[in-house]
């Protein structure tokens, strides 16, 4: 699993949606052992000031609901923060 994370936060390598798949569907599923360490890597996906790029591949690509509505809240957060920005600066 340490491997997929790895890859995934990996931006010189093409994203691999499968496990972001798989991943999501891990911190979904409340009796997977491995959920804990899955929702914390989804944090650290959230808070990469990267991740936003992949949106649009991963919504293209996934066939998992859980996974595009994920990639549709990195896309909030970075929103958010820039309208938080233009707040503050006036702009």
Request: proline share 3%; charged share 20%; net charge negative.
């Amino acid at each position: 699993m340490e491997q997929a994370f790895a890859h995934l936060l990996d931006f010189s390598q093409p994203f691999d949606s499968k496990s972001l798949d798989q991943i999501c569907a891990m911190a979904a599923d409340g009796l997977n052992p491995n959920r804990q360490a899955a929702e914390a890597f989804l944090v650290e996906m959230t808070n990469h000031p990267e991740m936003w790029k992949r949106t649009d591949a991963v919504l293209e690509t996934t066939a998992s609901t859980l996974t595009a509505f994920f990639m549709l809240q990195v896309l909030m957060v970075v929103v958010h923060m820039h309208l938080q920005y233009m707040e503050r600066t006036g702009k």
